[in-house]
């Protein structure tokens, strides 16, 4: 496989991930069947199960109580565990009958591990080979190759949106088995490390970080608005007075802890560390699909991405400042479907693609959407790039356009 080709499905990887509403609940399915409890667990203390459940179209390879005793005996962190796990999700739909009718009888399939942009080069590819006899067997791609696990059995089968089937042994990977370090509580550090940086020194040098800090241990939320989009801000910030400035800043902090799968589930208003009393300070958190959007009176920001959502802290990167109504003029509310918020002298969006959210003179120079940190691979993102632009991916329909396009264009 040549690398240009691995960075291609890397691309149609993400774009696979990104998708729709929880279709199945893979906790309760494997509940169903004891000998996989251990795995279960798992995949519910990893957060792996919220990932699987968000996505359309997987193939999860369950190893019994048994096998995973090998995997036990590592004595892995919960994070490196996590990154073996992620290796046993495929992003395509494998059912039996699939498995034993791969065409030239070999793949390479992508996983949940390479969508974490933690594996390199090819490690988070299982290579599903049948081999004489009937038999189907995986490797990781950066074990050489060498089948160590077997199919036994579907667990269960939903054409074409979950095969959860049972394997012989744990997939091992050097890459996957890797030490990783736990994913940081500082609040700031997690913040100046993955694309909130100019956030992170505003709280310091405001001295609003306290607040954030202090509030983490009982579940904190912070939604980060992206350097640029920060700068651009800037000079209405700077226009603020003290009170004003230290409301905004602590308004961008939710004193719960929410998860993405929360944040898409929980429709409604939500308290800020701003807030004072009823109905200060506080916006409405609005699913428009698979996105989250975050309204204000004055402006709606969009989560673009996700930082870290390890409980007790979740910190998600914002296309656009959050502006309290007690500080910034409201847009008005419109009735009919509103027009997308164009970025002014970006790359255009075709009309059709157009989301719904408000716009005002006022607000466009501040609030342009800024192009997204690429260190932000996060699978969980619910958006996803082609060249031309930003597409917003929906479900199944929409993300076969791109990866046909992308098949015929690549591959
Ligand atoms: C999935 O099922 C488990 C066990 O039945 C339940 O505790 C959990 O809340 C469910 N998750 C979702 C997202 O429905
Ligand atoms: C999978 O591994 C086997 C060796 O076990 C190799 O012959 C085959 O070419 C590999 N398949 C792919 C798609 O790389
Ligand atoms: C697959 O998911 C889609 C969309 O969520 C749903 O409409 C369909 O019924 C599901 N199919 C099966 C077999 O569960
Ligand atoms: C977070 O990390 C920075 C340095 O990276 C350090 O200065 C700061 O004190 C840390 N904050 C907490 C609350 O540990
Ligand atoms: C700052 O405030 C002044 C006075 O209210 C106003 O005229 C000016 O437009 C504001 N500047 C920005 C960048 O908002
Ligand atoms: C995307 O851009 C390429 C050239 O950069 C063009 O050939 C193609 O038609 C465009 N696709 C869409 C969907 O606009």
Redo the contacts with the bound molecule.
């Keep these: 496989m040549q690398l240009r080709q691995v960075t291609t499905l890397s691309l149609l990887i993400a774009i696979v991930f990104a998708s729709a509403a929880s279709a199945h609940n893979i906790t309760r399915i494997l509940a169903k069947h004891p000998e996989f409890s251990t795995f279960n667990h798992y995949l519910t203390i990893t957060h792996l199960a919220a990932d699987i459940n968000r996505r359309l179209t997987i193939t999860v390879c369950a190893v019994d109580n048994a096998g995973m005793a090998d995997l036990l005996s590592k004595h892995l962190s919960v994070y490196t565990m996590k990154n073996v796990l992620a290796l046993h999700v495929f992003a395509d739909y494998f059912g039996a009958k699939k498995l034993h009718q791969i065409s030239g009888g070999t793949t390479l399939t992508a996983t949940m591990f390479q969508a974490t942009g933690e594996a390199d080069g090819t490690s988070g590819y299982v290579n599903i080979t049948d081999v004489k006899g009937g038999r189907v067997g995986f490797a990781p791609e950066d074990n050489s190759g060498a089948l160590n696990s077997y199919f036994v059995k579907t667990i269960e089968e939903k054409p074409y949106n979950i095969s959860v089937i049972h394997i012989s042994h744990i997939l091992s990977s050097p890459s996957a088995e890797a030490p990783t370090a736990a994913p940081s509580l500082n609040v700031t550090d997690v913040m100046r490390l993955k694309g909130c940086k100019a956030f992170a020194d505003l709280l310091v040098s405001e001295k609003a970080e306290d607040t954030f800090v202090q509030s983490v241990e009982g579940g904190l939320t912070v939604f980060c608005p992206s350097d640029d989009v920060l700068e651009d801000f800037m ?2 910030y ?2 603020l007075t003290a009170a004003g400035k230290m409301a905004v800043l602590l308004y961008h902090g939710v004193p719960v802890y929410n998860s993405m799968g929360m944040l898409r589930s929980n429709n409604g208003l939500m308290n800020t560390l701003a807030t004072e009393g009823k109905n200060k300070y506080d916006f409405t958190v609005q699913n428009d699909g698979e996105s989250v959007k975050l309204k204000t009176k004055a402006v709606t920001a969009t989560v673009s991405g996700t930082l870290v959502d390890e409980e007790p802290l979740a910190v998600y990167k914002i296309d656009k400042v959050l502006l309290p109504r007690e500080l910034f003029k409201a847009v008005k509310e419109e009735l009919a479907p509103e027009p997308a918020p164009a970025p002014k002298g970006a790359k255009k969006k075709p009309k059709a693609k157009a989301k719904k959210g408000e716009t005002s003179e006022d607000e466009d120079a ?1 609030d342009a959407p800024g192009p997204d940190g690429s260190e932000d691979e996060d699978p969980a993102d619910d958006t996803a790039s082609d060249e031309n632009g930003s597409v917003r991916i929906r479900g199944v329909g929409m993300m076969v356009v791109p990866l046909i396009f992308g098949a015929v264009m690549f591959l």
């Design positions: 000079p209405k700077k226009n501040a």
